[in-house]
């Protein structure tokens, strides 16, 4: 079972897929609802004073809190979660742990194809903190203190988004396990989009 979206946001309607492999399927799907995310962060200036950082922790410690039973499930690798280095930064930057919203997905019991499209959009969220990461270094922060959870995987960026895709591509899913899958992605997107907006109507 999977949660409903939790956005008064329609999502977009995943079409079938002629075959292509599921990381693809769900980059092209998830396109719309993926850039209407960045924009929106690029417009909150996340790395123009601290306190702006610290706002966006609190969506990224929503974001890897709501993920969080997807890794203890064993679905995801575990050496790739970030919710405790979340957690470890609003630590470091004296800020209080935020309280979870009673309208977060429950993914303690998600369908292996609703867990995917998960693990799509949470592991393909690092592949942009190399660039991050030196945003916060001008704020005096860095992957010792601050900005812990956009330091890179042991692996490296790419070469643990290629884990990742391989994993994803791997999976044989039917037609409506892959429309599901990307459903899930949608909804990822689409709550990160609804907790940062929430985030930063108070900034």
């Known amino acids: 079972m999977h949660s409903p979206l939790p956005s008064s946001d329609p999502p977009a309607r995943c079409q079938q897929s002629a075959g292509s492999p599921l990381s693809v399927y ?6 719309s609802v993926h850039g209407s995310l960045d924009a929106f962060l690029i417009g909150q200036r996340l790395f123009e004073s601290t306190l702006r950082y610290g706002r966006f922790l609190q969506v990224q410690w929503h974001f890897h809190h709501a993920a969080a039973p997807l890794y203890m499930d064993g679905l995801m690798l575990p050496t790739t979660a970030r919710l405790q280095l979340v957690e470890q930064d609003l630590l470091d930057m004296g800020a209080p742990l935020p309280r979870a919203h009673a309208w977060r997905p429950r993914l303690q019991h998600a369908s292996r194809a609703w867990a995917l499209g998960w693990l799509y959009t949470v592991e393909g969220s690092a592949l942009g903190s190399a660039v991050l990461l030196k ?3 001008a704020l005096g922060l860095g992957a010792g203190h601050g900005a812990r959870h956009l330091a890179p995987s042991p692996a ?4 643990q988004w290629r884990i990742t895709r391989a994993h994803l591509d791997a999976e044989p899913l039917t037609q409506q396990q892959r429309q599901q899958a990307c459903s899930a992605a949608q909804q990822a997107f689409a709550f990160v989009r609804r907790c940062a907006a929430e985030v930063f109507s108070n900034a």
Do not use: K, S
């Not at 769900?26 to 396109?31: E, M, W």
């Not at 490296?156 to 070469?159: K, L, S, T």
């Open 26 to 31: 769900l980059r092209d799907a998830t396109r």
């Open 135 to 137: 945003y916060a270094a």
């Open 156 to 159: 490296g960026v790419a070469e």
